[in-house]
C-alpha cells in the first residue's frame, strides 16, 4: 500500500529555518513529480512548491511567497523542502502530494497520493 509521511515539522522563530521531508513506500518517487503544499488555519490550502520527475528534467517551480526563501530537493526516495527565512504565514499543516507532472498537480486533478500533514508553526 502506498504511503506517503511527512516529516521536519515543529516550532520555529520568525527568520529560522525547518527542513521538511515527504518520503513514500511502495512508490519510486524519481519516477514522480512531488509538490509541497501548506494550509493555513481558515484558509484553504495553496501550492508552495513542486519538483518534477527525474525522467523530466527535475524542474522546479515555487509559489511567490516561497521564492528565494524555500529550496525543494530529492534525496534517496525523498523529496526535501528546506525552508529558511521563516515568516508567521508560513504556519499551516504542509502536505506533499504525487502526481505524473507539476502541471497536473497544480490543476488539481492529477494527484495520485497525498500525505498526512505535518505541522509548522512560526511565532516567537
Known amino acids: 500500500q502506498v504511503q506517503l509521511v511527512e516529516s521536519g515539522g515543529g516550532l520555529a522563530q520568525p527568520g529560522g529555518s525547518l527542513r521538511l521531508s515527504c518520503t513514500a513506500s511502495e512508490l519510486p518517487l524519481d519516477y514522480y513529480a512531488v509538490s509541497w503544499f501548506r494550509q493555513a488555519p481558515g484558509k484553504e490550502r495553496e501550492e508552495v512548491s513542486c519538483?518534477?520527475?527525474?525522467?523530466?528534467?527535475?524542474p522546479t517551480s515555487y509559489a511567490d511567497s516561497a521564492k528565494g526563501r524555500f529550496t525543494i530537493s530529492r534525496g534517496a526516495n525523498t523529496v526535501y523542502l528546506q525552508m529558511d527565512s521563516l515568516k508567521p504565514a508560513d504556519t499551516g499543516v504542509y502536505y506533499c502530494?504525487?502526481?505524473?507532472?507539476?502541471?497536473?498537480?497544480?490543476?488539481?486533478?492529477?494527484?495520485?497520493?497525498w500525505g498526512q500533514g505535518t505541522q509548522v508553526t512560526v511565532s516567537s
Open positions: 519538483i518534477s520527475s527525474k525522467n523530466g528534467g527535475g
Open positions: 502530494a504525487t502526481g505524473n507532472t507539476c502541471w497536473a498537480i497544480g490543476l488539481g486533478t492529477g494527484i495520485d497520493y
